[in-house]
């Protein structure tokens, strides 16, 4: 336990919860307390023992039974199981950071809504194709409120997409349209997940269409340059490869997202976005709760 830095403990040991904790271990605001998952032969565990890292086969039991031990919970196991997890995680009154789909809690876009957020004991990261389009999307409801119609199409190699990832892709459709429509109010939306098997792996890319008239294109460019040199604060990988273009009745732009290669490949964009967005979040609430710890 470190009283300098605030005690988390990670739920899930496939390539998200592992990257999480290596972002961890480089924080100076966090401490992983616990790496907690299933399997203690998996390449996860296998990494947090040789880091010295507490780690447990007992998954949600041993949260449960020791909250003592942490502060915060990251959630990086599927969208399903976080249903079940959330209602143990209230009955404790710990604030959990949901790496899934599940939509249980507030909808959180570090760029765009963090410091309300922090006020909830459940936060949701959306999607890696949420955080790399919505804070877009966001930039063009600031300057445009009444959109008809937003499209995402994200294209990530395929060997990004691990099994967590594949069995929550009706839940990643369904939350990041969810997602686009409540931070730009556009009317509809639609989300496209291309998984591309070349070799070698393609970095994450992200192309969004809208459908507005007569766009003023200087504010858009204005606004959604805001925003990127924000993202880039904590997703230095991120980067507007296309900017906005008028075509038609479409405003198009692509951002691309190569990742920090901390336990990912660098092509994992799409993965190392919402672990860096999780990371965010988790290092703004550990500096208000260190803080009211001083102040006692």
Known sequence: MKKNKLN????????????????????????????????????????????GITVSDRSIDILEDNP????????????SQHLKHAVIFQKLGKMVIDLTPARVGIL???SVNLAE?????????????????????YALGLVHPNIEYIEV??????KS?????????????????????????????????????????????????????????SAINAEVNKMVSKIQKFVPGYN????????????IMTVRVKGLGDYLPSYAGNLDIINCAAITIAEEYSKSVLLTRKLK
């Open 117 to 137: 957020c922090l006020e909830e004991n459940n936060i949701n990261t959306i999607t890696c194709g949420g955080q790399a389009s919505i804070p877009l999307a």
């Open 161 to 217: 997409a691990g099994p967590g990832t594949r069995v929550n892709l009706d839940e990643y459709i369904e939350t990041t349209e969810k997602g686009i429509q409540l931070f730009s109010k556009c009317k509809k939306s639609k989300v496209i997940l291309i998984l591309n098997p070349a070799d070698p792996c393609i970095d994450m890319q992200t192309t969004i269409q809208a459908t507005i008239q007569n766009p003023d294109m």
């Open 68 to 79: 003592e031990l942490y502060d915060l919970v990251f959630d990086a196991t599927s969208a």
């Open 8 to 51: 988390i403990a990670i739920l899930g040991t496939g390539n998200i919860g592992t990257d999480l904790l290596i972002k961890v271990i480089k924080s100076e605001f966090l401490h992983c307390s616990l790496f907690v998952g299933r399997n203690l032969q998996s390449k996860g565990m296998s990494k947090a023992i040789n880091l």
């Open 153 to 158: 199409v994200s294209a990530i190699a395929s």
């Open 240 to 251: 507007l490869i296309v900017p906005p273009t008028f075509e038609g009745n479409r405003v």
């Open 108 to 110: 959180c876009v570090p």
